[in-house]
């Protein structure tokens, strides 16, 4: 395997890994892969083409399109074939298919090769649920980010509202918590911290003080 230096941050959803890998990332001058946005990518590809998961003639048309998926990320741009989806892949409906498809072994290994080809020099910093398990094994350094549900929300909640959208505080709680459940519960790539990670709840953690530690365990290994 490569030995280009990979830092894994791992956590359930809105625990803020992704502002915290992608400030990691900066510091240290690394490239960042969100690995949600590409699982985001194919739920809105897949939305746009009418599909349902829960059927079997839909799913094995799904299955080709995980490993084909034509998806570019151009700075803070996500592009599907080509078209701009970057707000889209954010919407709650997004992160629940998104959710649902991660569950499917043939989606994920899809998928694999793509997140994979994100590990250039000088190094890089990968978030999601399974970067320190399956994609990156051999991380140097795996953090899973916790945060209690009832912040993670709050935090949903200040993201949508801060996008000029509204928000419901009750519905965007009970889809966390069936999120955090499906994820948690799948068998395959189940979202765990690995038996090598440093575990880092911030739930009443400032957002430097949680880069400055995983900074610090950083430079501790490097
Ligand atoms: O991190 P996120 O909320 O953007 O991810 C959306 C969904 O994608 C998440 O609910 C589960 C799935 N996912 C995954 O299974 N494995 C990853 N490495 C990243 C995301």
Redesign the pocket.
């Known amino acids: 395997m490569s030995t280009c230096p990979v830092i894994a941050i791992?956590g359930p959803?809105?625990s803020g890994?992704?502002t915290v890998a992608a400030l990691v990332a900066g510091k240290l001058g690394y490239h960042y892969l969100?690995?949600?946005?590409?699982?985001?990518v194919l739920?809105v590809a897949v939305a746009q083409g009418g599909l349902n998961p829960d059927l079997s003639a839909d799913l094995q048309r799904i299955i080709p399109m995980a490993a084909n998926l034509p998806v570019q990320f151009r700075g803070d741009k996500v592009l599907l074939d080509g078209a701009d989806v970057s707000e889209a892949i954010r919407t709650e409906e997004a992160?629940?298919m998104?959710?649902r498809?991660?569950v499917v072994p043939e989606v994920?290994a899809g998928l694999l090769q793509r997140?994979r080809d994100f590990r250039q020099t000088p190094g890089l910093v990968a978030?999601?649920?399974?970067?320190g398990s399956v994609?990156f094994p051999d991380s140097f350094l795996k953090v899973f980010l916790t945060a209690s549900a009832q912040v993670r929300a709050e935090r949903r909640v200040n993201q949508i509202e801060g996008r000029g959208q509204k928000a419901d505080f009750q519905a965007i709680y009970s889809d966390l918590m069936a999120?955090d459940k499906?994820?948690t519960e799948?068998a395959v790539?189940p979202?765990k911290p690995c038996d090598d990670a440093l575990v880092l709840d911030c739930s009443n953690m400032p957002i430097d003080q949680v880069v400055a530690t995983i900074l610090n365990w950083a430079q501790e290994r490097i």
């Open positions: 791992d959803t809105a890994k992704g969100d690995s949600g946005a590409i699982y985001r739920a992160g629940v998104a959710s498809l991660a994920r997140q978030d999601g649920r399974d970067m994609v999120r499906r994820d799948r790539a979202l």
